[in-house]
């Protein structure tokens, strides 16, 4: 029996990078997917499709996170959908990498509307429809405990305000069997952190196994969160980064 058979799963920011892959790796667990995206329509359609043909359910809905109204309604649609919600994942986030003086007030707003205002309103909108045993999960950071590069500034404390929103969530949810924890991946080669990119070298130098991680890792521990082997395990912050912050 497939860990998360009967299961509907909401991805946040699943059309590329770490989205998709924990999209793709709760659909082969079983779970009905439904992804979010901003721009990229034809790469959500990709990762729809990629689902479909192992025989899994998903949809793509476009619903920019910093957008509350799309946000809730991207939740709504997912319920109407498949007629349920059981696993939230709090995934769209963004980073401006420079130094905290040169950053915008346009950038630092638009940062905390993804990333921690959007985890705020889909988190809400979710709750209504979940049921007992479900779960909040949200992707927040390694640099939101421990920061040892320059250039993540305001990134470092929204993804911090998601780990203390996951500790305290958990003490309201937790009498109905709902789980709340807050996945934590270091350096993962996507197209907002490419191993190849600037900001690379020192990322690497500073984990312990001298390298980048790859999607499907921190995909991995997201589905032993959002499955059954996973229902004493709340108000936590998981860490899947090669050792950045040992
Ligand atoms: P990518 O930029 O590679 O992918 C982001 C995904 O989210 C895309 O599917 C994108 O779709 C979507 N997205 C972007 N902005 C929004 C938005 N405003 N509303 C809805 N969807 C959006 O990012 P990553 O996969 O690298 O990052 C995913 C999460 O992991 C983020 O929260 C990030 O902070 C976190 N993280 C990443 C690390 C890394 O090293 N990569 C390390 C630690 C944490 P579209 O193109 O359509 O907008």
């Given at each position: 029996?497939?860990?998360?058979?009967?299961?509907v799963?909401?991805?946040?920011?699943?059309?590329?990078?770490?989205?998709?892959?924990?999209?793709?790796?709760?659909?082969?667990?079983?779970?009905?997917?439904?992804?979010t995206?901003?721009?990229?329509?034809?790469?959500?359609?990709?990762?729809?499709k990629?689902?479909?043909?192992?025989?899994?359910?998903?949809?793509?809905?476009q619903?920019?996170?910093g957008?509350?109204?799309?946000?809730?309604?991207?939740?709504?649609?997912?319920?109407?959908?498949?007629?349920?919600?059981?696993?939230?994942?709090?995934?769209?986030?963004?980073?401006?990498?420079?130094?905290f003086?040169?950053?915008?007030?346009?950038?630092?707003?638009?940062?905390?509307?993804?990333?921690?205002?959007?985890?705020?309103?889909?988190t809400?909108?979710?709750l209504?429809?979940?049921?007992?045993?479900?779960?909040?999960?949200?992707?927040?950071?390694?640099?939101?405990?421990?920061v040892?590069?320059?250039?993540?500034?305001p990134?470092?404390?929204?993804?911090g305000?998601?780990?203390?929103?996951?500790?305290?969530l958990?003490?309201?949810?937790?009498?109905?069997?709902?789980t709340?924890?807050n996945?934590?991946?270091?350096?993962?080669d996507?197209?907002?952190?490419?191993?190849?990119?600037?900001?690379?070298?020192?990322?690497?130098?500073?984990?312990?196994?001298g390298?980048?991680?790859?999607?499907?890792?921190?995909?991995?521990?997201?589905?032993?969160?959002?499955?059954?082997?996973?229902?004493?395990?709340?108000?936590?912050?998981?860490?899947?980064?090669?050792?950045?912050?040992a």
């Open positions: 029996m497939s860990k998360l058979a009967r299961k799963a909401l991805i946040t920011g699943g059309s590329r990078g770490i989205g998709a892959a924990i999209a793709k790796r709760l659909a082969a667990d079983g779970a009905s997917v439904a992804i995206y901003t721009k990229g329509a034809d790469a959500a359609a990709s990762v729809v990629e689902i479909e043909r192992a025989g899994g359910k998903a949809i793509a809905i619903a920019d996170a957008d509350a109204g799309a946000v809730t309604a991207a939740v709504e649609k997912t319920v109407a959908t498949f007629g349920g919600l059981d696993v939230l994942v709090n995934n769209a986030g963004t980073a401006v990498p420079k130094r003086e040169e950053t915008t007030l346009e950038e630092l707003d638009r940062l905390i509307d993804i990333n921690i205002r959007g985890v705020f309103v889909a809400q909108a979710a209504k429809h979940m049921k007992d045993g479900g779960r909040i999960i949200s992707i927040g950071s390694c640099v939101g405990e421990r040892l590069t320059p250039g993540l500034v990134y470092s404390a929204t993804k305000a998601v780990k203390m929103f996951t500790q305290g958990s003490r309201e949810v937790g009498s109905r069997g709902i709340v924890n996945v934590q991946p270091g350096p993962i996507t197209d907002l952190n490419p191993a190849a990119g600037d900001w690379a070298t020192p990322q690497t130098a500073v984990t312990a196994l390298r980048y991680g790859h999607v499907d890792e921190v995909a991995a521990l997201v589905a032993f969160v959002a499955g059954p082997e996973s229902s004493y395990i709340t108000g936590t912050n998981l860490t899947v980064d090669g050792g950045t912050n």
